[in-house]
Every structure is written in structure tokens, then in C-alpha cells.
């Protein structure tokens, strides 16, 4: 009676589950994703202003380098992008839309700096799975935040806020776009500002 | 009687199983309700209105409006890692469309960029050269109403040049073979017994 039992479990199993499709790749990608919810839009003060020195930083990428602000005085515009953490929604979806727009940084003569707290293992997980990105993606994980902390965008839960800011080549900051945590930001106000720096 | 209580088991567990793969259905329905009422801003590209049927140069229009019998609608985001790599093989699936004259101007092709700026579906354009017009959702109309579908995700419609609106695919994820994609659209819509489902 057993045998037959589940023989019969097993047949309904393979009829019910073999009549649905594979499971679509972004479906699986989304187990993989965090769901931190509806957080408080901002969440810290801004510790610098439009038209200030942006305050110098070295972090580790996770290609293995040493990053500096510094390196790219007199050569380009940097865009910083902070994003709050890997493997959350909005930020699984903001970087790689920076690769689509790979050309238009690259015709404003600008790199981006994308950073984040999270570790450089994590990172490079997270930014592999999105099959790489053009630009540089630095930790910020220790001195914990203390990159995001210089600029004031380190919240009280010890994430970033997103946030972007612009610099030119002489180190100044040209724009802070400090973004509503939940709101990814429009790519087109990126390129508005660089447009102003030709 | 064992024999008769091992079938009525198996039965009671895959009528469970079944229920919830019905149920994974049901949001079409919800996507019919969405994608009938959706608004989009007619395309500036001659090209694509005629590929359409838009008669109008400007202002909005409604998935209705398309001359079509059947209506597919990749919902795609230019964010989307997985998107940018299926652009090659969904555009194949428009070259699919149009090397077959029987379908060519029956079922027609268009992608939705959801919670899409204009620029940002204007720069996934420039990047992938879709053959197929592209339309943003600025006004987040998808992004808000079907905050639950993965992108790419794709939607057939029924359409009938506009005497019905029948959702009769909709699952989220890309494929990988164009042609086999198109068979089953063609097969799933009923278009080919020429009648209705």
C-alpha cells in the first residue's frame, strides 16, 4: 500500500510541476534579493556643500586595487554614487543601468566611483552576478562608513543614503543629488549636470 | 480499498498542488485591467507608427489602438541586468515575426520600459538597436500596478485590432530561442485557426 501511495504522490508531483514552465531566471534572481522594505527617506546630514573640495578617500575595489579620489585630479569628472547596500532591490537595478550608459560618461569624460559599506567579497558576489561593471566599485566597510560619514550621507543604521555627487576635475563638487533611500535617481539628472561641466 | 485510498491521496495532493498553480494565473486578470486602461505617449518615430497602425503624430494612446490580432509586450527595464543581456534574442524575436508573412502583420512587438524615463528607454535604444518600437512608463503606471512581475517579463494579448483583450500569456523571464517562443505564442493565441481561443 505504501509503494502504491507514493508512486501515486509522485506521479501528481511530476504531472502538476512538469506542466509549469522553468522558473524564470529574474524570479530566481529575485529569491536572491533582500527586500528591506520602506525606509525613512533620509536619514543624515550632509557634511559638505556645492562648491566646496571634496574631501579625499582611498578605498579597496574589488578588482583588488587601492582607489583615490585624488588619482583622477586634472584627467576627469567623477561620479560618486553611494548606494545603501548589495543585494537590496533599487540597488541591484541602479549600477547596471551605469553600464548601459557606459558611452555617455564616457562622453562627459567621467568616471563613476560606485561605494558601498559592504564588504569587498560581498561586493564582488553581488557585482558578478550582474556580470561586471565598467567603473569601479569601492568598500567602504572599514573604517565602517567613514567615507560615507566624511560626506554626511551615513545613516543611523549604518548604511549609506543613495546619494550622488559630482566632481569636476579641480576636486570641486558640482552637484549633490541626495536621493530618497527608496527612490532610485533618474539617470537623466546625472547627465544634465555633466552636461553643464563640457 | 488501499489501492482506492493511495489514489484518493495522490488526488487530494496534487488537486492542492493544481490549486496553486492556478492561482499563479489569476494575476492576468490584473495585468488585463492594467494594460487595457494603460496610457502611452504615441512615438516620435514615423517608423514605428506605421509598424503600429497609430494614425495620431502626438499624445497618448492605448494598447487598443495597435493593428494588430495579437499584441506581445516585453516589459523590460533599462536597469535590468538581465534585460540588457536578453536584447539580442528579443530582438530576434521581432526578425522571427517578420520572416514569417502569415504573422507579419498580424502579431506585432513592442517593450515597455517600467519605471522608465523617456532618456533611459532612449539610451537602452541606443544600446541594443531593438527593431521594435519602445515605449517608457514615466507616469510609473507598471512599476506601481505590477510591482510583483520580474523583469523581462512578457505579456501576449489578443487583441483582434482592437474588438478584444484577452491576456493569454503573461510569466515572467526572457527565452532563449526566438523561433520556439513565437510557436508558442502562435499556438497559445489561437491565431493560426484564425478564429477566436
Known amino acids: ?198 | 480499498m488501499c489501492k482506492t485510498l493511495s489514489v484518493a491521496a495522490a488526488l487530494v495532493i496534487g488537486l492542492c498542488l493544481q490549486s496553486s498553480f492556478v492561482s499563479a494565473e489569476e494575476p492576468q486578470s490584473d495585468h488585463r485591467n492594467v494594460l487595457m486602461k494603460l496610457k502611452l505617449s504615441v512615438p516620435e518615430n514615423q517608423k514605428d507608427r506605421e509598424y503600429l497602425g497609430i494614425k495620431n503624430s502626438s499624445g497618448k494612446m492605448s494598447l487598443a489602438q495597435i493593428r494588430a490580432e495579437v499584441l506581445i509586450i516585453e516589459i523590460f527595464s533599462m536597469y535590468c541586468p538581465h534585460c540588457q543581456k536578453h536584447a539580442p534574442t528579443a530582438n530576434k524575436l521581432y526578425h522571427a515575426i517578420d520572416s514569417r508573412k502569415e504573422f507579419r502583420d498580424k502579431i506585432k512587438y513592442i517593450g515597455i520600459g517600467v519605471g522608465n524615463s523617456k532618456y533611459e528607454v532612449g539610451i537602452f535604444k541606443q544600446k541594443y538597436s531593438p527593431p521594435f518600437p519602445l515605449f517608457d512608463d514615466g507616469a510609473y503606471t507598471i512599476a506601481n500596478s505590477l510591482s510583483g512581475i520580474g523583469t523581462p517579463h512578457y505579456v501576449g494579448i489578443r487583441t483582434d485590432n482592437g474588438s478584444k483583450f484577452e491576456v493569454f500569456y503573461s510569466k515572467s523571464g526572457g527565452f532563449t530561442d526566438a523561433e520556439e517562443f513565437l510557436n508558442m505564442i502562435v499556438k497559445e493565441s489561437g491565431i493560426q485557426r484564425g478564429g477566436s481561443r
Open chain 1, 1 to 198: 500500500m505504501k509503494r502504491m501511495f507514493w508512486a501515486g504522490i509522485l506521479c501528481t508531483l511530476f504531472l502538476v510541476v512538469g506542466a509549469q514552465n522553468a522558473p524564470a531566471v529574474t524570479e530566481a534572481m529575485k529569491k536572491e534579493i533582500y527586500d528591506i522594505g520602506k525606509l525613512k527617506p533620509i536619514d543624515s546630514e550632509l557634511k559638505v556643500r556645492v562648491g566646496e573640495q571634496a574631501p579625499d578617500f582611498t578605498l579597496r575595489s574589488t578588482a583588488g586595487k587601492t582607489v583615490s579620489l585624488s588619482d583622477f585630479r586634472e584627467k576627469s569628472n567623477v561620479v560618486i554614487s553611494f548606494i545603501p547596500a548589495a543585494w537590496t532591490p533599487i540597488c541591484s537595478d541602479q549600477w547596471p543601468g551605469y553600464n548601459v550608459a557606459q558611452d555617455v560618461f564616457r562622453k562627459n569624460n567621467t568616471v563613476v566611483l560606485g561605494i558601498s559599506v559592504d564588504n569587498v567579497p560581498t561586493l564582488f558576489a553581488w557585482t558578478t552576478q550582474m556580470d561586471g561593471l565598467w567603473f569601479p566599485v569601492l568598500s567602504d566597510f572599514w573604517p565602517h562608513g567613514a567615507v560615507a560619514k566624511k560626506f554626511g550621507v551615513l545613516r543611523s543604521d549604518g548604511v549609506a543614503e543613495r546619494a550622488i555627487f559630482i566632481i569636476d576635475k579641480k576636486g570641486r563638487i558640482r552637484y549633490i543629488g541626495l536621493q530618497d533611500i527608496n527612490v532610485r535617481p533618474p539617470l537623466e539628472d546625472i547627465v544634465k549636470e555633466l552636461d553643464k561641466l563640457r
